[in-house]
């Protein structure tokens, strides 16, 4: 008999059927994980059987031998107290503000009815998820602690009181690359140490498939194929696992068929941003130091790192939206001043696009005006007509519609939305974009069709990019070259290959190790 | 719609009755019926009767409703337009320029209304212009804090650099980037703003020192109404039922408005 076993799940909303038909097995010391894109309704399967979403659930829910549907609310309050644990997304919202994180563990563990736990067990209890100094930490507060430390925590606390099923939602999809295999990894070692069972959420394939021992694919509520996950990722049936498949990068796939990279374009020469610190505090941040890069015609370059590391605001200076303290920038040669000094065809050589597709564009704007913006500026030249002529293009160039013009952002999906996002970038043709994190708020097969339509951009307009991302991975798939920063300094550069192969630098390693 | 906006309907209805019934009345609100001095209800063309000098309570009651809105949109204006050019250009340009407009509002803030009004009144003599003056002074105060900071928090946002890389000037990125997603909030706060400048204003005017005699104000008639409440008690409970309502109906609408954008 299986630890959990759904049969036949349908979760309904409002009258609204959101899932459909969904079976599925948790063994005891075993991992099943739910890939899907967002709105598959991954979450709501697994959430809905233990009441924590506005949805009911019907169908055969049995956890431990008991029907979770047919039991009246004390007793699923209680089952759900006794054998089960959830880990979420958020760590930071999901943990009590206002409690220490011994209290919360403390909480945690006597939630089953346990006696109160001596301070001894409970800094065991955060040792056994890796975190140093447990003692110090009983003592602090959620917002004292970084990301990953929370996810310990959390953790820490979802299996305090010895729960039989661990249910994670999206565990590391709110961390840093080169943490998440960290905590995926201490997931597989509680599991297997205490026998758990473990019902994973995730939408990203790359992040669950050396973990789970069964893999169960969801697309618009329905179950598409589930089955032992290596037989699943090497022998998918169906069309969308396939899809699916391709669609995330992988280290080890063929290399891609890139442009030839021309001239050099742009030079950095020690460039340096420095904020002063907030508040009443003296000092400056050095969030970017001595910071030297080139990108030639046509050449695509990736800078990676970590969260805080800087890349994001060395994008923003050479694309001429953030401030520049130190050194130069120059194009072919010119140097480039810094921001609000920049001239209308220094600003048509760069655009940049940016992670979140929806705050990109102005939510009182149409499509059509977001999209010929640049141009009103960057082409006084142009008649009105040229310019939605134009507009056009840009959209086609994309693969939107013409009727796209006409819409507002919120009618736009996320993928949809950072297409038309790249459309205003290309409109008045600039020879470099400053991609930040441009598909990596998007479900995979989303983004990987925005990496394609990169690649097209790039070998057929032979348009330079300078790839500002945490996924190695994806950055493989369009880039030449690549530099890694840590702590606002480039620690390591050199062709895509040759640093994947032979990572030298601490952090690369741990960033090639998480891809 | 109108079950909904039930209350904003009757501010309305208020104010156009406001507006009409010195057409339709036979009696001006400073006009004295010495025939009819300090009549009952319903007596004769007198609807609610009138006061103590035989004044037609019914336009009285109108007068006053008229004065008391007309200095709530005014200070209303004045908060909006003072308050949205203030707030969103200290937020936009940031910085020192920023520290100083926000302490000068800080220091606005800090000075004691009431005394700073009655040293004007005592020092320009009463009228309704300084009302209006000393009203608008204080309301737009608020208005420039909010508009503030969510300029600051629209100013990091990925559209407005995207703007920037566009080459869009500053002056246009905050006419037609900024102000209308900031216009939701603002309104809000505008709806919010009117009923406290009606209580300003109707506190001033018991208190003798907002509009003149004959001229009337919601807050003058719940004065006169009060000091003759054993005699007439129609004469407090109609002036200070309508400015409750008023100030209620505003208030519910405001807040619902500001719930919906924040």
């Known amino acids: 008999m299986s630890l959990y076993d759904i049969r036949n799940l349908e979760v309904d909303i409002a009258g609204k ?59 699923l309050r209680d089952i759900r107290r006794r054998l089960t644990g959830f880990v979420f997304q958020q760590p930071l919202t999901a943990l009590t503000p206002h409690l220490s994180v011994g209290a919360q563990l403390q909480e945690a563990t006597m939630q089953a009815g346990a006696a109160r736990p001596s301070r001894r067990e409970l800094a065991q209890k955060l040792e056994r998820v890796g975190l140093a100094r447990a003692d110090e930490r009983l003592d602090q507060f959620p917002h004292r602690l970084s990301g990953g430390e929370r996810q310990r925590v959390m953790i820490a606390a979802a299996i305090a009181h010895g729960p039989k099923l661990l249910i994670a939602d999206e ?36 992040s669950v498939e050396h973990h789970a021992d069964q893999l169960v694919v969801m697309e618009n509520g329905r179950l598409v194929e589930m089955g032992p996950t290596r037989e699943v990722v090497t022998h998918p049936a ?12 992988r280290l080890d796939e063929a290399a891609p068929k890139l442009s030839q990279p021309g001239d050099l374009l742009l030079e950095t ?13 003296r000092g400056t941040i050095h969030a970017v130091a001595e910071v030297g890069l080139t990108i030639g015609q046509g050449e695509s370059l990736a800078l990676v790192g970590g969260s805080g590391s800087g890349k994001s605001t060395l994008g923003r200076a050479i694309a001429g939206i953030g401030p520049v303290t130190r050194g130069e ?37 149409r499509v059509g005006e977001i999209v010929t913006e640049p141009l009103r500026n960057l082409r006084p030249d142009l008649a009105r007509a040229e310019r939605s002529e134009m507009a056009r293009q840009a959209l086609s160039a994309v693969d939107l519609a013409e009727d796209f013009l006409i819409r507002s952002p919120a009618s736009l999906s996320g993928g949809q939305a950072q297409r038309v996002a790249i459309a205003r970038a290309i409109i008045a043709s600039p020879r470099l974009l400053v991609l930040d994190e441009a598909t990596s708020a998007l479900d995979p097969l989303v983004g990987a069709e925005i990496l394609q339509l990169l690649r097209r951009l790039q070998v057929d307009n032979g348009l330079s990019m300078l790839v500002i991302t945490h996924d190695i991975a994806a950055a493989r798939r369009l880039c030449h070259r690549i530099a890694v920063m840590e702590e606002g300094r480039i620690v390591e550069s050199g062709t895509m290959q040759a640093v994947i192969d032979d990572p030298r630098h601490p952090a690369t390693q741990k960033l090639v190790a998480a891809s | 719609m109108l079950r909904r906006h039930f209350p904003l309907a009757l501010v309305l209805l208020i104010a156009a009755l406001a507006l009409w019934l010195p057409f339709l009345l036979p009696w001006s609100y400073d006009q004295i019926d010495w025939d009819a001095v300090r ?24 007068a006053g409703t008229r004065i008391t809105l007309m200095v709530a949109m005014a200070a209303a204006l004045v908060s909006l337009v003072v308050g949205i050019a203030w707030g969103a250009t200290a937020g936009w340009i940031g910085g020192k320029v920023d520290e100083v407009m926000m302490r000068i509002v800080d220091g606005l803030y800090a000075l004691p209304f009431m005394f700073i009004v009655i040293l004007l009144m005592v020092v320009f003599g009463r009228s309704i212009l300084l009302v209006f003056v000393g009203i608008g002074l204080v309301e737009w105060l608020t208005m420039a804090r909010v508009v503030r900071g969510q300029v600051i928090a629209l100013k990091q946002r990925p559209f407005i650099l995207a703007a920037e890389a566009a080459g869009t000037p500053s002056r246009t990125i905050v006419l037609r980037h900024i102000l209308p997603n900031i216009a939701g909030v603002a309104l809000a706060y505008l709806m919010l703003t009117v009923p406290q400048v009606v209580m300003v204003e109707s506190f001033l005017s018991f208190l003798g020192l907002g509009v003149q005699e004959p001229l009337t104000s919601l807050g003058i008639l719940v004065k006169e109404g009060a000091d003759d409440m054993d005699m007439a008690p129609l004469g407090l409970l109609l002036p200070g039922g309508l400015l409750v309502l008023i100030l209620v109906c505003l208030t519910i609408e405001g807040e619902r408005l500001r719930d919906r954008f924040s």
């Open chain 1, 17 to 75: 059927r959101l899932v459909e038909d969904v079976s599925l097995t948790v063994e005891a010391g075993q991992c099943t994980a739910i890939i899907g894109a967002s709105g598959s309704g991954k979450s709501l399967t697994c959430l809905t059987p233990f009441g924590l979403t506005p949805g009911t659930a019907s169908g055969s829910i049995k956890l431990d031998g008991v029907d979770l549907r047919t039991t009246d609310a004390r007793h």
């Open chain 1, 171 to 206: 565990p590391t999809s709110a961390l840093d690359a080169s943490l998440r295999a960290e905590i995926m990894d201490l997931l597989d070692e509680l599991r297997a140490e205490q026998g758990l069972g473990m019902l994973l959420v995730s939408h990203d394939l790359a």
């Open chain 1, 238 to 249: 169906e069309d969308y696992t396939r899809r699916l498949i391709a669609a995330t990068p």
């Open chain 1, 269 to 281: 020469v020690d460039v340096g941003v420095e904020f002063r610190r907030p508040g009443w505090r």
């Open chain 1, 329 to 365: 920038i120059l194009w072919e040669g010119v140097s480039l001043p810094e921001r609000r000094r920049r001239d209308l065809d220094m600003r048509r050589l760069i655009q940049p696009v940016f992670q979140d597709p929806v705050a990109s564009l102005d939510p009182q704007w």
């Open chain 2, 39 to 62: 009549a009952p209800a319903f007596s004769g063309s007198h609807i609610f009767g009138t006061d103590d000098i035989g004044r037609d309570r019914l336009a009285r009651l109108a």
